[in-house]
């Protein structure tokens, strides 16, 4: 027997309903429209999760980069010189310290490689990253970034999710749930696999909560991509023969509609039947966003894809992708670091030197030439970037030539889509170890980023388990110094 359905339910799931008529304009437009409210935003339909949506206000930036930076860059290292630590080598700590995780606290340890000052604003950057110090007038170096935790599960999630506590939405899930995408054939949340998987838990790649959509719709989760072919075995077709795909795909697709039309709660249905269609619009799209082949040998260059380092063309194929999935309207790509058998990540607890300029020369080039690519082709002021790992390191030594977590301060920048270029905010101590003014959470980060994107943190909410919950928290301040 079939279940009743009112009047508002029927318009709700009906296709070519009432309901869908208000939404047509915005649904046909690959453009968002500025100064009109979410005010709070809920689901724009249930028959489109992903469609483009109104932010609060013009925003300066359309899609974000995320260039996550697995480990914890040291800050004394690369963006944050410290002449007081060259003054002090080899003595013991005058500062008060926290415990770090290992209680391995050793003399003070200056860094290895030299600062130079770039660009016309001078900005100060180690010899790890000359090519990123070539783009120095672009970026923003917040000095004083804080963690909430210096273990790498808690601090990775909490830097993606922020909050420690699981079953929180990734930030670029809630970036999905505001603006949708203006994409028809993409996600709006895309997932660049360069090998390197995040400590947050042991759960596969497919359920990461730090790329999930936790208590939001499935919809909006990160779609994990390779950066080479096959770039998603889940999605690639197993049929041979198209006409049988088609066929099967329009068997499940009169199995939901019958569903549908038999029960009167079936959101699950429609996400499924929702995910199907997509899946098939993305094997085509996804395949044609990855295939680098037609990019000229002069941009392959720039991005250090004929470098002697293969990681370094790994990473330089990933920051290729994501400008092509920028291009394409993408608006949250983020990709983590290849699987480096030669180094630990960012996690240099030993052999600093030779783990940091290992990683150094992965990413170097590729990030300059995403960076330089962007701007040449008039897309930097739309796209915001941002390079952040989840905590910084001591300025002190693990063991004999290491360096522990520091969740007390380090440094992280930003770039393009309405950040004011070639600036540094705040500072930490003079050894490089702790904020103690201006400090910033990754709430103020996200808070900044949605910004940045048009969207009012504070009214970005979705109703979970009784209360109106948002990314930031009860938290998150904008900072007017670091924006354009």
């Known amino acids: 027997m079939n279940r009743s359905i009112d009047r508002r339910d029927f318009l709700k799931r009906s296709s070519m309903g009432f309901g869908m008529l208000s939404l047509r304009n915005l649904m046909q437009g690959n453009v968002l429209a500025g100064d009109s409210p979410l005010a709070p935003l809920a689901p724009l339909a249930p028959l489109a999760p992903l469609a483009p949506r109104i932010p609060h206000f013009a925003p300066k930036a359309r899609s974000v980069i995320f260039l996550y930076m697995d480990g914890g860059v040291s800050q004394v290292d690369s963006f944050d ?95 999905s749930y505001g603006l949708g995408t203006l994409s028809q054939n993409l996600r709006s949340y895309v997932v660049i696999n360069g090998g390197l998987v995040p400590l947050a838990d042991s759960s596969p790649w497919r359920t990461r909560p730090t790329f999930g959509s936790g208590f939001l719709p499935v919809n909006h989760e990160g779609t994990i991509i390779a950066h080479k072919h096959p770039v998603m075995n889940n999605i690639l077709p197993q049929e041979k023969v198209s006409e049988l795909q088609q066929k099967k795909l329009s068997f499940i697709d009169k199995i939901d509609r019958d569903l549908l039309n038999h029960y009167h709660h079936a959101d699950q249905v429609q996400t499924a039947a929702q995910n199907y269609e997509l899946a098939f619009r993305m094997q085509m799209e996804v395949l044609e966003v990855s295939d680098l082949s037609k990019e000229s040998a002069a941009t392959k260059s720039l991005y250090g894809m004929n470098a002697p380092h293969d990681q370094t063309r790994n990473y330089g194929a990933q920051c290729l992708m994501a400008r092509r999935l920028v291009e394409q309207g993408v608006g949250f790509v983020e990709f983590t670091m290849p699987d480096d058998k030669g180094a630990d990540r960012w996690d240099q607890h030993g052999n600093l030197i030779h783990g940091h300029e290992r990683n150094a020369s992965t990413v170097d080039q590729p990030i300059a030439g995403l960076i330089k690519d962007l701007k040449s082709r008039g897309l930097l002021d739309s796209t915001l970037i941002v390079f952040s790992d989840e905590f910084g390191r001591t300025p002190f030594s693990q063991g004999k030539d290491g360096r522990d977590h520091n969740p007390q301060g380090f440094s992280i920048w930003l770039a393009g889509g309405g950040i004011k270029g070639g600036t540094i905010y705040s500072t930490i101590d003079d050894y490089g170890y702790r904020a103690i003014e201006k400090k910033i959470t990754v709430h103020d980060l996200h808070a900044n980023m949605m910004h940045l994107m048009g969207i009012n943190h504070t009214k970005l909410t979705y109703r979970y388990s009784g209360h109106d919950v948002r990314l930031t928290d009860d938290h998150g301040e904008i900072i007017p110094e670091i924006l354009a």
């Open 81 to 175: 010189p410290k002449p007081q630590l060259d003054k002090e080598n080899g003595q013991l700590p005058k500062f008060k310290t926290d415990a770090t995780v290992f209680n391995s606290k050793g003399n003070l340890l200056k860094s290895p490689w030299e600062f130079k000052n770039y660009g016309q604003s001078g900005l100060p950057v180690s010899g790890l990253f000359p090519h990123i110090g070539s783009c120095a007038d672009d970026l923003c170096v917040i000095r004083s970034m804080t963690a909430f935790s210096p273990n790498h599960p808690n601090a990775n999630y909490a830097l993606h999710c922020g909050h420690m506590l699981s079953g929180r939405p990734s930030m670029g899930a809630c970036f």
